[in-house]
């Protein structure tokens, strides 16, 4: 997984931090809400307000479910909720830059 670091600086805008709500069963896993996250910026960010519903665009949804989707696999959870913190890019790439967590 990217580590936050290696996201080109135009994707570390406060506006583009998300996470996804997610809830995983024998393996499988559903995707229950995305959260836009208001931010402040620099190295040692604060988080300042949520927003919810968000609706990404058909291909950046895409792009976050699949690596949100990677990351819960690779922490190994098969089984319960979890947060994972990401940031979408304008081109629909994402970075997790959180792993899921419980």
Known sequence: ???ESSAPPAWRCSDLAHSVESL??????AHL?????QVTGGAKRVETGHSL???LPPVME???YQE?????DTAGIRHGASRTEIIVGGDGRCVVIE???P
């Not at 949100?68 to 819960?72: G, K, Q, S």
């Open 1 to 3: 997984m990217p580590r």
């Open 24 to 29: 995983t069963q024998d393996g499988t896993t």
């Open 33 to 37: 809400a995305v959260i836009r996250k």
């Open 53 to 55: 519903p968000v609706s």
């Open 62 to 64: 895409a792009a976050a």
């Open 68 to 72: 949100v989707e990677a990351a819960i």
């Open 99 to 101: 792993r899921p967590a």
